[in-house]
C-alpha cells in the first residue's frame, strides 16, 4: 500500500514511539513531589521544551491537550466563556475542529460569523477588516487548510484583529512541522497544535499561548496545565510528541525541499493529464499537499479506484467523517458543487518517493481509462 493521506495522520517516527515506550514504564505522577513523581515530571517538562522549541516559545507558554479538536474547542468555548456575549469570526474553510465549537456557541447566543475567502481559499484581510468591531470577541483562522493545503496571512490578521482589541486564534495542526513556525511571528494570542500530523502519537495536541489571555478552561479538577486543563497529563503521548517535535524541527528544511519536489512532480503530471482540475493552485500552500479532481468522476469513485489499485488517498477532509456532501472548502471558493464533488487529497509525507508519486499518477491513468470517452471534459 502506498499511503498518500498523511494530512488525515502521519505513522509514528521511530524516536517518538521509543520515548512513549520509555514514558509507559515511568511509574510516577508529574504532580507527586516524591523521586517517582519527579522523574515523570523531568519527562513532562523536556517534551513541554520540544515543543515550545518547535514553534520558538518558552516551555511555560504550552498547554497540552488530548490533540488539535481539544485545543481549538478550548479556545473558542474558552474565550466566549470568559466574555460571555460578542461576536466570532472564522473562516468558512476551518476544520471541523473549529466549526463545531462556532456552531454550539451560535446555539448557545454567540453571533459567530462565516470569514469568506477568495477562488483560491484565501481569506482576504480586507474581509476581516470589514467585519471587525468593538464587539468581537474572538477570530479564528486557520495557518494552513487541511484539504486544499492552502496558507492564510495570519500575520496581517492578527495584526487587525489585535488592533481591535479582539482575540486571535490561528490553528496550525497542519501547519506545523511542514514549514517553519515561529508563534511571535503569527502576532496570533492562541494557536493549536497536533502532534499525529507530525509523525507523533494520536491523541495529544496542545494550545500554545502568549500569556496575555484569561479563559474559562473546560476540564476541571487538579489544576494541571497552568489550570487550564486539569487531569493527570498523558506522559506517553506528551513525551512521544516531544520526541516528534524536536525530530520535525531538525530536519524542517530538508523535509519541506522534499516534499515540494515531490508534490512538484505529482502537479506537473496530474497539469499534463486531460480533465484533471487542480484546487488553490494560485495559493502558497503547504508543501505536501494537492487537492484534485478528475471530470466525470466522484472523488468516492476514485479514491476507491486507487485503493484497490493499492493508493490510499482520500476525499475532502476524509480525517473525520465518511460524509458524501461536497467539500464546504471547495464551495466557500466558489467551486461548483458538481467539481468540488469529484475532490481528493493527495497528501505527502516522510516515506514517500518519486515512485509513490508515478505510481499514483499510472493509476489515476488506470482508473480513468473506464469514463467514457469525451467525459473526461467539462
Ligand atoms: C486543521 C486541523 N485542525 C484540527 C484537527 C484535529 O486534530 P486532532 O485529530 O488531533 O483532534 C485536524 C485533523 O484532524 C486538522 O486537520
Known amino acids: 500500500m502506498i499511503y498518500l493521506d498523511h494530512n488525515a495522520t502521519t505513522p509514528l517516527a521511530p524516536q517518538a ?20 513523581g519527579r522523574l515523570a515530571r523531568n519527562l513532562l517538562d523536556e517534551a513541554r521544551r520540544q515543543v515550545a522549541a518547535l514553534v520558538n516559545v518558552h516551555a511555560r507558554n504550552v498547554i497540552f491537550t488530548s490533540g488539535g479538536t481539544e485545543a481549538n474547542n478550548l479556545v473558542l468555548r474558552g474565550v466566549a466563556a470568559r466574555h460571555g456575549k460578542g461576536r466570532i469570526l472564522v473562516s468558512a474553510v476551518e476544520h471541523s475542529a473549529v466549526l463545531g465549537p462556532a456552531r454550539d456557541l451560535a446555539a448557545a447566543g454567540f453571533s459567530v460569523e462565516l470569514l469568506p475567502v477568495d477562488e483560491e481559499g484565501r481569506v482576504q484581510p480586507a474581509a476581516v477588516a470589514e467585519r471587525l468591531g468593538p464587539d468581537v470577541i474572538l477570530v479564528s483562522v486557520m495557518a494552513a487548510n487541511n484539504e486544499t493545503g492552502a496558507l492564510q496571512d495570519v500575520a496581517e490578521i492578527s495584526r487587525l484583529v489585535r488592533a481591535a482589541g479582539a482575540v486571535m486564534h490561528t490553528d496550525a495542526a497542519q501547519y506545523a512541522g511542514k514549514l517553519p513556525l515561529d508563534f511571535a511571528a503569527t502576532g496570533a494570542h492562541l494557536m493549536s497544535l497536533s502532534a499525529h500530523k507530525l509523525n507523533g502519537p494520536k491523541g495529544i495536541g496542545a494550545v500554545i499561548t502568549d500569556g496575555s489571555i484569561d479563559l474559562v478552561p473546560q476540564i476541571s479538577g487538579g489544576g494541571q496545565e497552568s489550570g487550564w486543563r486539569s487531569g493527570t497529563e498523558n506522559l506517553p503521548g506528551i513525551t512521544g510528541f516531544g520526541a516528534a517535535a524536536a525530530l520535525a524541527l531538525q530536519e524542517l528544511e530538508e523535509r519541506r525541499l522534499r516534499l515540494a519536489a515531490l508534490r512538484d512532480r505529482l502537479e506537473a503530471g496530474l497539469a499534463a493529464r486531460p480533465g484533471i482540475t487542480i484546487f488553490s493552485r494560485g495559493a502558497e500552500r503547504l508543501p505536501n499537499t494537492v487537492q484534485f479532481a478528475l471530470a466525470g468522476m466522484t472523488g468516492e ?44 487529497r493527495a497528501s505527502l509525507g516522510l516515506g514517500n518517493t518519486e515512485s509513490d508519486v508515478d505510481a499514483l499518477l499510472a493509476a489515476l491513468d488506470k482508473v480513468a481509462s473506464v469514463l467514457p470517452v469525451g467525459a473526461a471534459a467539462w
Not at 484497490?308 to 464551495?331: F, K, N
Open 17 to 36: 514511539r521509543e520515548a512513549v515506550i520509555r514514558a509507559l514504564d515511568q511509574l510516577g505522577n508529574p504532580s507527586s513531589v516524591h523521586e517517582p
Open 301 to 344: 469513485t476514485l479514491q476507491m479506484g486507487l485503493d484497490r489499485l493499492g493508493i490510499a488517498v482520500s476525499t475532502g477532509s476524509a480525517c473525520h467523517s465518511q460524509s458524501t456532501e461536497p467539500s464546504h472548502v471547495l464551495l466557500a471558493m466558489g467551486v461548483a458543487p458538481e467539481v468540488a464533488r469529484g475532490a481528493v
